[in-house]
């Protein structure tokens, strides 16, 4: 979507390894938020951010860190990717009480 | 445990049909129920409710909340092919304005 870009768009690794993700938006929302999309779960919060170096950590953050350092980026890394991290991995911007915009999406597979 | 639930979550219908799919939820910090359409990548905005009894219309769809029952029913009517998607009903309740979404409604609609 215009505004929000991910990347990158699809990655595979191996087990162990380290992976960044990136999300970046020229919108300016304060808001940003890393989902994981599974079959049979939904869409479920990994870490969102309120803030530059304002994080925390959302349902399912186990095993992911984020880092934002600038408002137009929000990054996530895999510190030792796993298999059952394998998953479509979507960022959102939001601002006040408006909706989220989403990303495009990085389908990560860890073999 | 704040939760979303949508139903039915498969659905096939023919084209021309109308079709009503429900999300009912429970959520501490209830600020908006907003639902999303899902092709094959990111979420597309549909709609956002905050209001009850107040109807949403966009086109052949529309959507009404009841924030005494706590739900929410999106109809589509005259469906087409093009309709065949995810539909994910979401709420925002997080304390940092992050959406709890249902698994979603897969709809398929036949020609």
């Known amino acids: 979507d215009a505004g929000i870009t991910q990347s990158p768009r699809h990655k595979v690794t191996e087990t162990g390894t380290p992976v960044t993700l990136r999300c970046h938006q020229t919108e300016n929302h304060r808001y940003m938020y890393w989902y994981r999309q599974d079959p049979g779960h939904g869409l479920r919060l990994i870490h969102y951010s309120y803030g530059v170096k304002d994080t925390d950590k959302g349902e399912v953050s186990d095993g992911y860190s984020v880092s934002r350092s600038k408002t137009e980026d929000f990054l996530l890394t895999l510190e030792s990717a796993t298999s059952s991290q394998t998953s479509v991995y979507f960022c959102a911007i939001s601002e006040a009480d408006y909706g989220y915009t989403f990303g495009s999406g990085t389908r990560l597979t860890v073999v | 445990e704040d939760k979303v639930v949508q139903s039915p979550l498969s659905l096939v219908v023919h084209e021309g049909d109308t079709v009503t799919l429900n999300c009912s939820y429970e959520v501490t910090n209830f600020r908006s129920l907003l639902w999303y359409k899902q092709e094959k990548k990111a979420p597309t905005f549909l709609f956002m409710l905050?209001?009850?009894?107040i109807e949403k219309k966009s086109g052949r769809l529309s959507s009404i909340l009841d924030k005494k029952e706590l739900f929410s029913i999106l109809n589509i009517t005259a469906t087409q092919t093009g309709d065949s998607a995810v539909y994910l009903c979401a709420v925002n309740g997080g304390s940092q304005g992050n959406l709890i979404f249902g698994k979603g409604t897969k709809l398929s609609v036949k020609p």
């Open positions: 905050t209001s009850s009894g």
